[in-house]
């Protein structure tokens, strides 16, 4: 069990965070190429999965998994999106991407008045809070590699 | 439970074939009187809502049909502007039937190529050494499943969150597949599938994987 990247998305697609724990191939590209290539499929997942789906959606897309890792994927109405990659064996991280975006983002960032909202994160105590966030959660275990 | 569609892709991303499995929900019809207390827009070349729900007519859904009789687009049976007919206070009142836009072949064409690129990133963007590309994606409302084969052919099978045993039935499909399509004579590879044989099996092996029932969430 372990936790990958976390990526934090504004509703123009500007990458506003990223962190990274137990990342073992990189993408071969650089960041901001990945920032770009990650919220264009994001994008086009929602559109896809809008198109597709049988039934009105109330949540629309949530996870998906490939046979290595497994993406989760939460948004806010403002249309914040935060995006954690783990590997497969964590059921369902929505609620801790919630609390990261209740807790974390919402009382480090938005009541910071020297953060402005839309550029990258610059708190280095939000950072800080983040990885302790992320280190303590049950299922941030890096495997014995 | 339900399995709602099944498409193939070969491996260029081209579509091969398809089938809906399911009927269209309910759609709503209802009598508006003048103005109109929903905001219309036109998108694809339909009408769709763009804001105000009520009564069952949800946000993106289309305009079917107008006093009883089908628009066809952005159009209305006799070739009027169905904006403009609606903008026009003597039409009223009227009754209007909405419901989920239906997927033309066209866009379930564009659809089947669109996530041939999405598998392809997916495994691009793996932090994960030798990952695969999206072998199942889940939303609210149901779950993609998705089997490449060696040979690169996707076989993607759109089902309810709650149904199980969808691995076998991709299994069970490419069976299918090898067994009526590709050992049929008049077909070519990588071309549309048009075998009465793979269709028929195909509707008995979805029969059988319904039946197989839900076993609580996650399959």
């Known amino acids: ?145 | 439970m339900a399995i709602f569609s099944v498409y193939l892709v070969n491996k260029a991303g081209g579509l091969i074939y398809q089938y809906d499995n399911y009927v269209p929900r309910a759609e709503a019809e209802k009598t508006f009187s003048y103005p109109l207390d929903l905001v219309l827009k036109i998108h694809d070349e339909k009408v769709i809502v763009s804001f105000g729900q009520r009564d069952g007519i949800r946000v993106g859904h289309a305009v079917l049909s107008i006093n009883g009789v089908d628009v066809m687009g952005k159009n209305t049976a006799d070739g009027k502007d169905v904006i403009e007919y609606l903008k026009d206070s003597s039409n009223y009142p009227v009754s209007i039937r909405f419901g989920r836009a239906r997927l033309s072949s066209n866009e379930k064409l564009m659809l089947a190529s669109m996530f041939h690129s999405l598998f392809a990133i997916g495994s691009q963007l793996s932090p994960e050494v030798g990952s695969s590309g999206i072998e199942m994606l889940e939303t609210d409302v149901f779950k993609l499943h998705c089997f490449q084969t060696l040979t690169g052919i996707k076989f993607i099978v759109l089902a309810d969150p709650r149904q199980s045993g969808i691995d076998a039935l991709l299994r069970k499909i490419y069976e299918i597949y090898s067994d009526f399509a590709l050992k049929n004579p008049f077909y070519s590879l990588e071309m549309p599938i048009r075998c009465e044989l793979f269709d028929q099996n195909l509707k008995i092996a979805l029969e059988v994987a319904e039946k197989a029932g839900s076993f609580g969430p996650g399959s």
């Open chain 1, 1 to 145: 069990m372990t936790v990958h990247n976390l990526y934090i998305f504004d509703r123009n697609g500007a990458c506003l965070h990223y962190s990274e724990w137990n990342r073992k191939k990189q993408a071969g590209i650089s960041k901001q190429e990945e920032f770009k290539l990650m919220y264009g499929m994001l994008f086009s997942i929602r559109s896809f999965v809008s198109k597709m789906s049988p039934l009105d959606m109330r949540e629309g897309f949530q996870c998906f998994q490939t046979s290595r890792y497994k993406l989760h994927f939460y948004e806010t109405p403002t249309g914040l999106k935060f995006i954690m990659n783990t590997d497969l064996s964590v059921p369902n991280a929505r609620e801790t991407l919630h609390q990261i975006y209740s807790t974390l983002y919402v009382d480090y960032i938005v009541k910071n008045p020297l953060c402005s909202l839309g550029d990258p994160l610059q708190s280095d105590l939000f950072s800080a809070r983040l990885d302790t966030f992320i280190k303590n959660l049950p299922y941030f275990n890096p495997r014995a590699a």
